[in-house]
């Protein structure tokens, strides 16, 4: 556990940058620090590990002040990701990855061994072992950052903005795959964002610091959005806190999921119709995975793909009911598309209705959802 204890930073002929900051971070767990810019979210993380000093008050691990440790045997506890990676530039991948458990004292074969064995671990596959940064994407120099920072397994890790240096799309990769591996690895994290979506994202608890590094709220994401603690963490949050709360409610047992007739490509439109809802048809491929809805009303001879609607959504079965909304919203039929999360096939699809009833059974307490 990392404990913060009454912890303040005085930049010298500066405001104060963190202020009698007091927090728990459990082990296993990933905390993130979130708040607008110039918080003192980076000045926090920093005094884990001692690159910068604290004015006042105690950094704890497990139970011991870190001011009391050595310094270099400190940082080799935490393992430290930075945004845009940090990696030594002249020095290849798996170079890069062992740097850590070398400095830790492995020996060479070992250290370079664990670095081939990291890099997929993080996504990457072997071609990659012996390149260098600069042949690299952002995203890619990014995961080869994370597994550094693991090299040494260490218990502790410490991430600054580690996703924030990639476009939308590789970012929402890396948190998935983040995620999934902290599943397995469940080291006690802390990790520096500004995004507020991918702390509520990532974080098992998330500390929302306002100017000044003041703690204004430190609680679970579903917490955070149900009770923000007063109007700076509801701003904060921001304006779509109803609909994100959807992202915490699971699809219950009891979702109602209706049977929804398919066809296969090359179906005529007549024989579509005879089993059709309504003028939305949804078309699957041999193995049941939905392809797309075709418009009976607009289609004159057989099904083919390039007359299908392709705008729906699938949602997992496993996922969520802002999964299975956007399904529905997006479909074009109204009826969001619920597949199963192995193998893409079609379970059934649950209506805008059903859906709210859903929320409303969640609500009362009464319902599946989670
Ligand atoms: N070396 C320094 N000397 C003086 N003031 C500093 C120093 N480093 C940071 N500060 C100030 O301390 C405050 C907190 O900075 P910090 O970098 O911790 O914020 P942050 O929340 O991480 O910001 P951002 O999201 O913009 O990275 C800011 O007002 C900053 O200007």
Redesign the pocket.
Known sequence: MIVFDDVT?R?????V??EGLSLEAPNGKLTV?V????????????MINRL?APTSGSILLDGEPTERMDVALLRRRIGYVIQHAGLFPHRTVVQNIASTARLNGVAKDKALRTAHELLERVGLTQAFAHRYPWQLSGGQQQRVGVARALASDPKFMLM??PFSAVDPVVRGQLQDEFLRLQREIGKTIIM?T?DIDEALKLGDQVAV?R?G?KLAQIASPRELLARPADAFVADFIGRDRGYRFLSFAGLGPSLPLRREPVVALGTLPEAARQVALDRWILVADAAGRPIGWADLDAQTGPLREGDLNLSGTLAPRDGTLRHVLDAALSAPSGRGVVVDAADGSLLGTIGLGEIVREVEAGRNGTGGVA
Do not use: M, N, Q, W
């Open positions: 930073k930049y010298p002929g500066a405001a940058a963190v620090f708040g607008p810019s110039g918080c003192g979210k980076t000045t926090s993380l920093r910068i600054d903005e520096v500004h610091l100017t590094g």
